[in-house]
């Protein structure tokens, strides 16, 4: 390999003289750059869109701000420390610099940039489903896998109840009875009569509350009804597919007037849980837990194994057999669902 040649004193001292030159350069753009922001406070990220975010200060004021490069990752709920900008000028915004630590963190896999982060600093999470489209206990289950793994409380509702008849909503209350009798919150809602809309807004105070669910369940309606001055956008059903239309585009933090916020997130039709090894499934499922690491073999599927808890407490009526089926259609679903690159 060639040796570098040695430069002379002269090149030398223009060598340094050139980098002077170039950090005060920076230097000044720097400061340039940074005249218009204030004092560095703490404050909240309410919304976030694209690299910038909203920012609310202590006295509830927002400020649109950029997101320093050296941030890694900033979500709607997060505390923070930034510099509000001075400016009256439009294209003047304030600065987040520093993402504080947060006490609970939701996240969503996305196929194609793996687990992303969606809310911070939630106490609990508000699953929403409804009569229409369909109701699906197995995707109530999937969302519960979600929030045990996040290790925040679910408070589960079904919305839209109104159209169900005397006989239909006596059906929905004993395929649903398994939900209250393993310890979760149930509440039914309906946004045109008013049904359970008082008995979820109690359960909303003093706390940060994110709302998730598939889209076309009425979260937008619901959080309208608890604050008409949201104004959430409200979108149909599709005739065709029977799928929601997506009406909110960006999670945002709203607050409540008894106390406590409300983050409406963006819509999400399957809420993948291909980011999750079986052990984490399994212990998603709060009813097994009395049996996990009970069975006969260490490795045990919880399938036809011999001497396998949950499946003998299924065949005693100790578990639900319907939550047991969904059980194994999401352990069978998450190498199926699960991308390349997240593979082996």
């Known amino acids: 390999m060639a040796k570098k040649p040695k430069l002379s004193k002269n090149q030398k001292r223009q060598v340094s003289i050139n980098r002077s030159k170039r950090m005060l350069s920076h230097e000044t753009r720097e400061q340039n750059s940074s005249e218009h922001l204030g004092a560095q406070q703490p404050g909240r990220v309410i919304s976030r869109f694209g690299k910038h975010a909203i920012v609310e200060d202590e006295q509830r004021q927002n400020h649109k701000c950029h997101i320093r490069r050296t941030v890694e990752s900033v979500v709607c ?40 982060p969606i809310a911070a600093n939630i106490d609990q999470i508000i699953v929403v489903s409804s009569i229409v489209p369909a109701l699906s206990t197995h995707i109530i289950d999937r969302y519960l896998v979600a929030c045990e793994d996040a290790q925040i409380s679910p408070v589960l509702v079904i919305n ?58 009425g979260k937008s309606s619901i959080v309208n009804q608890l604050l008409p001055n949201a104004a959430e956008p409200v979108g149909d059903v599709s005739a065709n597919s029977g799928l929601g239309q997506h009406t909110t585009t960006a999670s945002k933090l709203l607050h409540f007037a008894k106390g406590g916020e409300l983050i409406d997130s963006p819509g999400v039709r399957e809420f993948g849980l291909w980011h999750l090894n079986a052990e984490a499934v399994t212990s998603g499922f709060i009813e097994f837990r009395d049996y996990i690491g009970g069975c006969k073999f260490s490795d045990c599927k919880h399938r036809q194994d011999p001497g396998c808890l949950i499946v003998a407490a299924v065949k005693e009526g100790k578990i639900s057999e319907e939550r047991y089926n969904s059980y194994i259609k999401i352990i069978d679903s998450l190498d199926q669902n699960r991308p390349s690159y997240a593979k082996g």
């Open 77 to 116: 709920g997060d505390h923070v420390l930034f510099r509000p900008s001075e400016s009256d000028e439009q294209r003047d915004r304030g600065i987040i610099e520093v993402v504080l630590d947060r006490k609970s963190t939701l996240t969503r896999p996305d196929y194609y940039d793996g687990v992303k």
């Open 160 to 217: 839209k109840v109104e159209l169900l008849n005397e006989e239909a909503l006596a059906q929905v209350n004993e395929s649903l009875a398994i939900y209250r009798q393993i310890g979760y919150e149930l509440i039914l809602t309906s946004c045109q009569t008013d049904e359970g809309l008082s008995e979820l807004s109690e359960h909303l105070i003093d706390k940060v509350s994110v709302f998730v669910g598939q889209s076309g369940v």
